[in-house]
């Protein structure tokens, strides 16, 4: 994937899970291309990537993307387990020892029930939350690389997407992922000594009602 539109994907990601744009909207390449500052070619490559992953849909009637971000995607999340368990063990640096092998299927399975849980509760977000701070754990292990930033990146926008969705049900939020620590994680090596990552990951998932009103622009979406 080029940096370009890696770039553009990624703050595409960012802005349809904070509601920049709203589900339905249509995303013109020509406009994004130029807020983010990228070619028409990766703007578009970008969008079409995003599309598999379940942040915009493709409506033939309006001959192009939208944005979206529905309950049906999580309804349908087999399809995002299965992803999660194919780049744990194909999009790897070194091979997955056994011990950590079972961790990740183990993971899986337990995500994969979860996403599948319907309707969602408050205890349902928190155990997706439990798996998450797991996953991040391992990612303080010796060789730590087994596990892709995509992957992380990934299960970041479905935890992003659960926590949105759940608001707008409920009108009630509890504990909550620090997106801009996880992305500290992202930006930052994997390699760095185990104890460091642990603080960071400690301190992500600590409650921040500040953060997450600023992050996902929650007093300005009931009419979402």
């Not at 949105?164 to 509890?174: A, F, H, I």
């Amino acid at each position: 994937m080029s940096l370009a539109k890696e770039r553009a994907k990624l703050r595409l990601k960012s802005d349809i899970i904070n509601y920049q744009f709203p589900p339905g909207q249509k995303l013109r390449v020509n406009e994004l291309a130029e807020l983010y500052d990228v070619g028409l070619s990766p703007m578009r490559e970008a969008i079409i990537a995003l599309s598999s992953e379940g942040f915009v849909e493709y409506k033939t009637h309006l001959g192009g993307f939208v944005s979206n971000l529905t309950w049906k995607e999580f309804i349908e999340s087999t399809s995002t387990a299965n992803f999660i368990l194919s780049q744990l063990l194909s999009q790897r640096e070194y091979p997955l020892a056994p011990a950590q092998l079972k961790k990740a299927k183990t993971l899986v399975t337990e995500l994969s029930h979860a996403l599948l849980e319907s309707p969602l509760t408050l205890n349902h977000i928190d155990r997706i939350e439990q798996l998450y701070q797991r996953f991040l754990l391992t990612l303080t292990e010796e060789k730590s690389k087994t596990i892709s930033h995509q992957l992380l990146k990934t299960i970041l926008g479905v935890l992003s997407r659960y926590r949105r969705l759940y608001y707008l049900k409920t009108r009630s939020y509890k504990q909550m992922i620090d997106i801009e620590s996880l992305f500290s994680l992202l930006n930052g090596s994997f390699n760095q000594v185990s104890y460091e990552n642990e603080e960071i990951i400690q301190r992500a998932v600590q409650a921040n009602t500040k953060t997450i009103k600023e992050v996902f622009c929650l007093e300005q979406s009931h009419d979402h």
